[in-house]
Nanobody, 117 residues
Framework: QVQLVESGGGLVQPGGSLRLSCAAS????????MGWFRRAPGKERELVAR???????AYAASVKGRFTISRDYAKNSVTLQMNSLKPEDTAVYYC???????????WGQGTQVTVSS
């Protein structure tokens, strides 16, 4: 069983930065993909960024150039560095880990990010 524990959300002014971290516990199966999704009020959950266990990354168009996803393979964790934050980035952010060959998909509990002056 895999558990994902997120940290780092909070309130920030427009233009500010936040860093989200997600630590995964449990056995590591490969290949796997870790990522961040978000759900804003009244909207559907959307992919923000993802990174494979070989380091390939993908970003939503709305965050490209502002957000950076990275992994620490030794610590089995993933980090999302968010810069130049906008009010429209306000959402609950969820850490995700997918193990395609096992058909497994794991979610963290979510962490609130609020961008407001």
């Amino acid at each position: 069983q895999v558990q994902l524990v997120e940290s780092g959300g909070g309130l920030v002014q427009p233009g500010g930065s936040l860093r989200l971290s997600c630590a995964a516990s449990g056995r590591v199966f490969r290949p796997n993909v870790m990522g961040w999704f978000r759900r804003a009020p009244g909207k559907e959950r959307e992919l923000v960024a993802r990174i494979t266990d070989t380091g390939s990354t993908a970003y939503a168009a709305s965050v490209k150039g502002r957000f950076t996803i990275s992994r620490d393979y030794a610590k089995n964790s993933v980090t999302l560095q968010m810069n130049s934050l906008k009010p429209e980035d306000t959402a609950v952010y969820y850490c995700n880990k997918e193990v395609p060959l096992m058909g497994d998909n794991y979610w963290g509990q979510g962490t609130q990010v609020t961008v407001s002056s």
